[in-house]
């Protein structure tokens, strides 16, 4: 990712020690290394992916001893669940932050929220395409535990739209018999499709183009005049 990205990336992990520094707890020397070290596992394994990236990677680029490794993780496998993890916090967080924008109506809050993914995907000028769906190709046959993480992490991000759909036809946006949870899923197969083919062209074309497509249908969908983007 660009320079917004790698940070954002790297602080991913610290959202609840941020929330503990506003309910007047501080984060503990140990927790902040541990937040280090996760921090720039995800860049590595975003960049260079889980198998290429080795735990003695990790500790230089961390600036930290193989024990305060070991203290933290037991295993590059124990690490890499908190890499998902983050990764998955970030990108939740920032959807989540989209939808708490105010001044937008239903339909600017969706249409926000996957331009954010959108421009998650563009800050690393869509050559490294979604860290989940990176992770998910390489790792989800041999690592069966991996594979349920990254399933659970997509679940929730399909959860979150599907949760604005449901608000969006409580509201009359959408037909009565709309079903929110299968076209959450539809948006977020769409997008990924779409982003790893803007990774292998390096061409941000298939993924816009599949984010419009998603909107578009769904205008379609719900009657409203809609225009392609």
């Known amino acids: 990712m660009g320079e917004r990205g790698k940070t954002t990336l790297m602080d991913g992990d610290r959202a609840s ?9 501080r984060i503990s020397k140990g927790a902040r290394t541990r937040q280090r070290i996760v921090g720039h596992a995800t860049l590595l394994m975003y960049a260079n ?5 080795s735990i003695d990677d990790v500790i230089r ?13 037991r295993s590059k496998e124990d690490l890499g669940y908190a890499v998902i993890e983050n990764a998955s916090n970030y990108i939740l967080g920032r959807l989540r932050e989209v939808l708490e924008r105010p ?4 339909w600017e809050r969706l249409e926000a929220m996957l331009r954010e993914i959108q421009r998650i995907v563009e800050a690393a000028d869509c050559t490294r395409g979604c860290i989940l769906g990176n992770l ?12 349920e993480a990254i399933a659970a992490a997509f679940r929730e991000w399909w959860e979150l ?9 409580e509201e009359g946006h959408l037909p009565p018999g709309f079903d929110c949870r299968a076209y959450a899923q539809f948006a977020v197969s769409a997008m990924e499709g779409g982003i790893m083919m803007s990774k292998v062209t390096r061409d941000p074309g298939p993924m816009r183009n599949s984010i419009a497509l998603v909107l578009e249908q769904l205008r379609l969908l719900s009657g409203k005049e809609h225009k392609r983007r």
Do not use: C, Q, V, W
């Not at 020690?17 to 707890?25: D, F, L, T, V």
């Not at 998910?136 to 594979?147: I, K, M, V, W, Y």
């Open 103 to 106: 001044g937008l109506n239903s």
């Open 61 to 73: 680029a961390a600036g930290i001893t193989k024990g305060s490794f070991y203290f933290h993780f």
């Open 17 to 25: 020690g941020r929330k503990a520094a506003k309910g007047g707890e």
């Open 136 to 147: 998910a190709l390489e790792t989800s046959h041999d690592h069966p535990g991996f594979r």
């Open 49 to 53: 992916g889980y198998a290429r990236t």
């Open 161 to 169: 739209i599907t949760s604005h759909l449901e608000a969006m036809k």
